[in-house]
């Protein structure tokens, strides 16, 4: 049997006391070591348990007996809204869990459960379980959702930089959850196909279903939240182009006005013979022929622009 070290933990539970949950510190490299050197587990399914880029997804060995889940969960004390995956392992009367430091309330969870219910089987813990993991998700959401609020609410008084960082920010998080409960979701909705579904109790089935229907309420307000965001980010990022539209269009017409009176006075500049070259007021004359050409280029600017709305 494992070892029960600093970063793992070992409880009996089941209607007969004959279940045995394992957790599993998979960044305690002597407690994944000593699993491994066991070698009581399938190595790919450790493999898979152990890999913190792994996607959510069940496995299952009708002729061993064996189910792997992997499900998404928030990654708690995390500077940014991400995700990891946490595995179960079962294997005849053993349950294993394999959690981080970021993700170690999954081990609270469980121990919560054992202790209100320790008649509870394999699956049925880890179902409840995972019902708790997508109820986590729900108050993430809500916060991004209240971020992006505040962001809005300030962006109409004054778009920065800063607020249209944290904007992006919200908005990659986001991407994140969205595709961490899709995957979950589709996890659900794949177990009940597998030939372990037909061996589950009534009272296992409800809860899978239960399960189930969380996951699909949480992935509507993710999509939703998301589909906000990237609503608000768009229109934003339409307004900075119409600003920087209107700022071209306003030094665009400026450098043409000033190109008016360059080109006046550079032609009476020529050392050549022109009119009002002897006249005391040429240069009011100058004047004046600039300011009725360029006034006369700005109403044609301007009318073209009344007429392109």
Partial sequence: MLGVGKMSKKIVFGPKKDFIWIDIKKDDE???????????LDQELL??????HENAHVEYDAKEELLLIVFNVIKKHSERYETAPVAFIVKQNELYSF????????TEFIEGLITRKPDLSRLSLIFKTLYQIVGAFFP?????DK???????????????RNLLELSD??????????ATQQNSLLLAQLKKLSIYRSLTENEREELEDVEIEAD?????????????GQVSET???????????TMRLLTIWSLLLTVPTIVTGFFGMNVLLPFKDSPFGWLIIIFISMFLSIGLLMTILKRIKRGG
């Avoid at 493999?47 to 913190?52: G, I, P, R, T, V």
């Avoid at 959690?99 to 999954?106: I, N, R, S």
């Avoid at 993430?140 to 991004?144: G, L, N, Q, R, T």
């Avoid at 971020?147 to 930089?161: A, D, F, G, Q």
């Fill in 30 to 40: 002597n407690v994944v070591q000593e699993l491994k050197n066991q070698a009581k």
């Fill in 47 to 52: 493999s898979y348990a152990l890999d913190e």
């Fill in 99 to 106: 959690t981080t430091a970021k993700t170690a309330y999954v």
């Fill in 140 to 144: 993430v959401i809500k916060e991004i």
């Fill in 147 to 161: 971020k992006r609020l505040i962001l809005t609410e300030k962006l109409k008084t004054k778009t920065t930089n």
């Fill in 170 to 179: 919200l908005g990659m998080g986001l991407v994140y959850l969205v595709n």
């Fill in 217 to 229: 309420q949480l992935v509507a307000m993710a999509n939703l939240s998301d589909q906000i965001l």
């Fill in 236 to 246: 934003y990022n339409n307004l900075l182009n119409n600003n920087l539209n209107d």
